[in-house]
């Protein structure tokens, strides 16, 4: 691609469930040579770590006393208290934990200053749901992914069902939907379309033909 060394650029890629985001995040990181941050991980790292605290805790010492850890090397991988929990978060119930907490406040300061002091030097791709909007607004390329609502629920069904899980597909649709709305409508880093960003609906495109056009805008900026 010609790329300049010196150029390493920060990229967020932002949409809702099932457009697509994890898997090009993904490829597009490794074609470029950048690590690969999955902050929705993140935040079902904290969720799962949530339905285990102490009774009564609240929320700020919960988070003063995490014992949570992110390793960005591929996938994102989350420990907590030293135990590989990547799998474990996975489910559609941690799902709707964490678009619950990432409500709140305290929540979501404490992980954006985590995500911002990783990529602060560039050479990252981030996926999520905020990540061109608050994480990295002058982010040098900004992505927002959409796809049909059916498609959508479709590709999150075949994900659950590739990792041993088998919820219906109206259950995961109703469960995408809902969580969709919350994220759209909390009042705390809403899930929208990040101002300046690049929307690519990835309805019935294939994903190597999403990740020529994600490569393409890279490869131009790189090269400014």
Request: proline fraction near 4%.
């Amino acid at each position: 691609m010609g790329k300049n060394p010196s150029k390493r650029l920060i990229i967020t890629i932002d949409g809702p469930s099932g457009a697509g985001k994890s898997t090009l995040a993904r490829l597009l990181s490794k074609a470029l040579g950048y690590a690969y941050i999955d902050t929705g991980a993140m935040y079902r790292g904290i969720a799962y770590a949530f339905g285990n605290r102490s009774a009564g805790e609240g929320i700020e010492e919960f988070l003063e006393h995490l014992d949570i850890r992110f390793e960005f090397t591929g996938d994102t991988k989350v420990f907590l208290a030293g135990r590989d929990i990547s799998s474990e978060i996975r489910t559609p119930e941690i799902s709707s934990r964490a678009s619950i907490l990432s409500q709140k406040s305290p929540v979501r300061q404490h992980l954006t200053k985590i995500q911002r002091g990783i990529g602060k030097d560039g050479g990252i791709v981030l996926e999520g749901r905020d990540t061109g909007s608050v994480v990295f607004p002058d982010a040098d390329i900004k992505f927002y992914l959409d796809a049909d609502p059916g498609e959508r629920a479709q590709r999150r069904h075949l994900e659950f069902k590739s990792k041993g899980m088998d919820p219906g597909l109206t259950e995961v649709k109703n469960d995408m939907l809902q969580r969709d709305k919350n994220d759209s409508e909390r009042s705390i880093a809403p899930l929208i379309i990040p101002e300046g960003a690049v929307i690519v609906d990835t309805t019935g495109v294939d994903i190597q033909g999403v990740l020529a056009i994600l490569l393409r805008h890279a490869g131009e900026k790189e090269r400014q």
